[in-house]
């Protein structure tokens, strides 16, 4: 399946439009990768553990959204946005949210 932000695919006709299709991913992020994040504001540095974090949250929440829109029948998925929110009382929850339009190619 083809993923883009831009609205057209060079080369590649829009045929059909689908529909919005979305995906959702929430992850916790547990005490030791606060404590190691902590250390490297303090310290400087990279937080590898929340990187690693945000790119598998990321890439559930974009095979989620591709899973959506097979099932509706495209085979590729235009003006895709990508948002990162932090949630919860202590802003420790990590919330991606994705959404595109599904389309024939």
Do not use: C, W
Not at 73 to 96: F, K, P, Q, R, S
Request: charged content about 20%; overall charge negative; glycine content about 12%.
């Amino acid at each position: 399946m083809i993923l883009t932000t831009t609205a057209l695919i060079e080369g590649h006709p829009i045929r059909e439009y689908k529909g919005i299709v979305t995906g959702e991913v929430i992850t916790g992020a547990n005490f030791l990768k606060d404590i190691g994040a902590g250390l490297r504001d303090f310290f400087g540095g990279r937080a590898a553990g929340y990187e690693k974090t945000i790119i598998a949250s990321k890439d559930q929440a974009l095979e989620e959204m591709q899973q959506r829109a097979r099932d509706m029948g495209a085979n590729a998925i235009v003006g895709i946005d990508i948002d990162y929110e932090t949630i919860g009382d202590t802003n420790t929850i990590l919330m991606v949210a994705v959404s595109g339009t599904a389309v024939v190619i």
